[in-house]
């Protein structure tokens, strides 16, 4: 007799708008040709050790929230993830020179990344019929490798990704995949005693949790004070998106420069905001789960989570033409200041607090003022994907020069392919190391989107740092 499904509720903290709507997936440019079969086989590995993989998610009809269900047992009728190979001739179109600097939008890219078959969106998701949610993408080209792995947003974030993704490669290196240990995984709501799990009904203990945290549950005066000019600054510009590789010479350089109290570099030249006497935030999205005691693992056994542990540290600069003037060091140490004041497990209880209510409420999650200006910023590199290498997955009689499996590229996406507004914020996507065999400079990749018209200022200022755009 099967064995019966097994129903884990998604906490709600991972139901936030718009994650629950979006899908995760990490884009990986591999050196060399991968063997599809040992890639596969490695992943059928790891979901006997981490079954939730396996899962399938779902609305509850009764909470209106994501469930996942786990397969009490799968077969080829009812497969454990989606898994989809290719051959493609030629070259690899991504293995980009990293001499250069300014790259394709990561949208146009992704088809080299997914199958025709891989959900856009939750509501893609969804629409299958007992789909599973773990789906891999692998393109496998004369010089390169490309590999899109897909999850729902909704059950992990980039760094609950990049547990798996890692997890994945270490089973790929081994020898012996049955003897590689992993850890055990958390499910359910680790955090459902972290904070407040109702939002306080009376002002006075509301005050409380509003204080020492940067989310905001606006009004109806304040959502028109917001959305409005943001929504006309995003329609009445054209926006354009690109990659940009950051190599780690520049990244070193400008740390210098920031020691050093050059004056000279304008860190908001490449923000596209024209001077004005609005007052402009920085919000940088973080991750909590270093500081959170029960996602503060103590050793390399103990248990990992996959969830979205998100909150958020904003500095408000001044108004925008005053934030202008501002140079690296000023910037920087107001930085440093504002992430040491506000990384405390406190701070975070109430962020925790307040974003359950945001959760419910189904809002957009807001970090700033109603009369600001704000400029997301969100680094994935925490991931440590870059640091990864496929070797042992690499197919015999290679010989093309650096062909040893490791990355030069680490990015990815989670964001509707049609979305605008993708000039409020940038992405850290991932940080790839320097590759002895090539010559080829490590560095940072980001997602950037900007004004049309800002770019050439963009460009400019990149090459005020060094860095050699085309």
């Not at 088809?111 to 789909?131: A, C, I, W, Y």
């Not at 959502?223 to 354009?240: C, D, G, Q």
């Not at 490791?406 to 392919?417: F, N």
Request: charged share 20%.
């Amino acid at each position: 007799m099967a064995s019966p499904d097994r129903i884990v509720h998604l906490p709600l903290l991972d139901q936030l708008y718009p994650i629950k709507t979006l899908m995760m997936g990490s884009y990986l440019v591999v050196r060399g040709r991968l063997s599809p079969h040992r890639l596969e086989e490695a992943l059928q590995e790891l979901i006997t050790r981490w079954p939730i993989l396996t899962s399938r998610i779902e609305e509850n009809t009764k909470t209106k929230l994501l469930d996942l269900r786990i397969p009490g047992s799968t077969s080829e009728s009812r497969p454990p993830f989606v898994f989809t190979s290719k051959r493609s001739a030629g070259p690899c179109p991504h293995r980009w020179s990293l001499q250069e600097n300014v790259h394709p939008d990561v949208v146009s890219i992704g088809p080299d990344f997914r199958d025709v078959s891989t959900p856009n969106s939750l509501d893609d998701q969804l629409k299958g019929k007992d789909t599973p949610i773990v789906h891999v993408h692998v393109n496998v080209f004369d010089d390169a490798t490309c590999i899109g792995f897909h999850l729902p947003h909704a059950f992990a974030d980039m760094l609950g990704l990049g547990l798996v993704v890692r997890a994945w490669v270490k089973l790929i290196n081994a020898d012996d995949m049955k003897t590689v240990v992993l850890p055990k995984v958390m499910d359910g709501d680790p955090l459902a005693n972290f904070g407040k799990m109702e939002f306080p009904s009376t002002p006075e203990e509301q005050a409380v949790v509003k204080s020492n945290t940067t989310m905001y549950l606006f009004g109806w005066w304040d959502t028109l004070r917001y959305y409005v000019p943001l929504i006309f600054a995003v329609l009445m510009n054209k926006e354009i998106s690109r990659l940009l590789f950051i190599p780690l010479p520049v990244v070193h350089a400008l740390r210098r420069e920031t020691i050093a109290g050059d004056e000279k570099t304008r860190w908001l030249n490449l923000l596209c905001y024209y001077p004005s006497s609005k007052p402009l935030s920085l919000v940088y999205q973080a991750n909590m789960r270093g500081i959170i005691p029960p996602l503060s693992p103590a050793g390399p056994d103990d248990p990992v989570f996959f969830g979205n542990v998100l909150g958020s540290m904003c500095l408000e600069l001044g108004t925008i033409s005053d934030a202008k003037k501002l140079s690296i060091p000023e910037i920087a140490l107001a930085l440093r200041k504002n992430m040491v004041s506000q990384r405390t497990p406190t701070r975070m209880e109430h962020t925790t607090t307040m974003l359950r209510e945001v959760a419910r409420r189904q809002t957009i999650p807001t970090v700033s003022p109603a009369h600001h200006q704000v400029y997301y910023s969100v680094s994935w590199a925490g991931a440590g994907l870059g640091k990864l290498s496929f070797g042992s997955a690499l197919e015999p009689g290679q010989m093309l020069t650096g062909a040893d499996g490791t990355l030069s590229y680490v990015g990815g996406h989670a964001l509707d392919p049609k979305q605008r507004g993708r000039s409020l914020a940038h992405i850290i996507q991932g940080k790839t190391e320097r590759n002895e065999l090539t010559g080829e400079d490590g560095g940072y990749w980001c997602d950037f989107g900007a004004y049309a018209s800002s770019w050439k200022e963009i460009e400019g200022a990149l090459n005020g740092l060094g860095a050699k755009v085309v």
